[in-house]
């Protein structure tokens, strides 16, 4: 993607960077960048040789201000036009960190959320507010909201459209960290590096078993033959030398 993208993707050292690189409009999402999303997730699902993924916004004030206004009319674009964007996001087998450069409002909830890992700023806020607008947020998100944050913090997020500080933010679980802003990006590669240094099958591996516990889907079949694909795997046999020989693991992925 070119430089004049509104979403730009970066591959190096086997992590994928996704930018939302609009922050004149702080970071809003329209047509042409839930398009650019959607493109860059297919390029990052077909790329064998990507171990993570990094989520940011551009800018030191909003990571994304949501839907697009002037573009949500709710026949052309409504909340089902970013649910395949968030849902295709959850989906990757990558372990998947976004780094919160500020404040982060509706749509844009939901696109943190699809992520494993979350850290964001002190000073940042949170609102979603659909209620406001007279929306509704799609079920799937309200669904992934519900089992990631609970019943009472959805509660107060979509039902009072409440705006959350980033202390309220940490302690309801959307943030995992929260960090001075200008630590966010070297904690965030001490995040990947850690996630660089283990077994990508055992990561995608119960990754997918969380996902699907989260929300109360349990295929014991499924997770079984997630779990010996681990075992048999070079991989595994990698890992115990390494605990044996007293030394760092170099995991291949296979």
């Not at 909201?145 to 959805?154: F, I, K, T």
Request: proline share 3%.
């Amino acid at each position: 993607m070119g430089n004049a993208s509104t979403v730009i993707l970066q591959c190096r050292d086997q992590v994928a960077t996704l930018t939302l690189n609009d922050a004149s409009r702080h970071n809003a999402l329209g047509h042409a960048e839930l398009g650019q999303l959607g493109d860059a997730l297919d390029t990052i699902a077909g790329d064998a040789s990507l171990r993570a993924v990094l989520l940011t916004g551009a800018g030191e004030k909003t990571f994304c201000a949501g839907a697009a206004l002037d573009q949500l009319d709710g026949v052309h674009f409504d909340g089902d036009t970013f649910a395949p964007v968030t849902d295709k996001l959850a989906a990757l087998p990558l372990p998947t960190v976004c780094a919160l450069n500020g404040n982060v409002f509706g749509a844009g909830v939901d696109l943190a959320l699809a992520c494993d890992f979350r850290l964001g700023v002190v000073g940042s806020r949170m609102r979603v507010p659909a209620a406001v607008l007279g929306a509704c947020y799609p079920p799937g998100c309200v669904q992934r909201m519900v089992a990631q944050l609970g019943v009472a913090a959805s509660r107060r997020l979509l039902l009072m459209a409440e705006t959350l500080d980033a202390d309220a933010m940490l302690a309801c679980g959307f943030l995992q960290w929260q960090v001075a802003r200008e630590q966010l990006h070297a904690r965030a590669q001490l995040l990947l590096d850690q996630l660089l240094a283990l077994a990508p099958k055992s990561l995608s591996a119960m990754k997918s078993m969380i996902g699907l516990s989260a929300v109360g889907l349990n295929d014991a079949q499924a997770a079984q033959e997630l779990m010996s694909d681990c075992f048999a795997s070079e991989d595994f046999s990698e890992g115990m030398a390494a605990q044996r020989e007293a030394r760092a693991p170099k995991f291949s992925g296979n």
